[in-house]
């Protein structure tokens, strides 16, 4: 069985960090680039970061541009989110999900498979 699982999530104060992991399991997620997304209440799901099959190309939203960063551990399966001086407005929940190819369209209908989310809560 093809799944994804983010892990990770948690209630942080504003200028916190928190780490997300996304696992695959039952495929090779090498085969794969890997986005984040979130969505916030009421909102459209947005795109965070993307990341290559190899690790060497990233993409990330303005909002999150020297705050996020994204990594990749083929050996492990896993990507990664680190998130680093946190805001109200990253509140929402996070998704990975896996496309093929890396490129500069990356809209959440370009994915083709889907975690099911980590809640990210920042608040004080």
């Known amino acids: 069985q093809l799944q994804l699982v983010e892990s990770g999530g948690g209630l942080v104060q504003p200028g916190g960090s928190l780490t997300l992991s996304c696992v695959a399991s039952g495929f090779s997620l090498d085969f794969y680039a890997v986005g984040w997304f979130r969505q916030a209440p009421g909102k459209d799901r947005e795109g965070v970061s993307f990341i290559s099959r190899s690790g060497e190309n990233t993409i990330y939203a303005d909002s999150v541009k020297g705050r996020f960063a994204t990594s990749r551990d083929n050996i492990k399966n896993t990507v990664y989110l680190q998130m680093n001086s946190l805001k109200p407005e990253d509140t929402g929940i996070y998704y990975c999900?896996?496309?093929?190819?890396?490129?500069?369209?990356?809209?959440?209908?370009?994915?083709?498979?889907w975690g099911q989310g980590t809640q990210v809560t920042v608040s004080s």
């Open positions: 999900a896996t496309k093929l190819f890396f490129s500069s369209n990356w809209s959440p209908s370009d994915f083709d498979s």
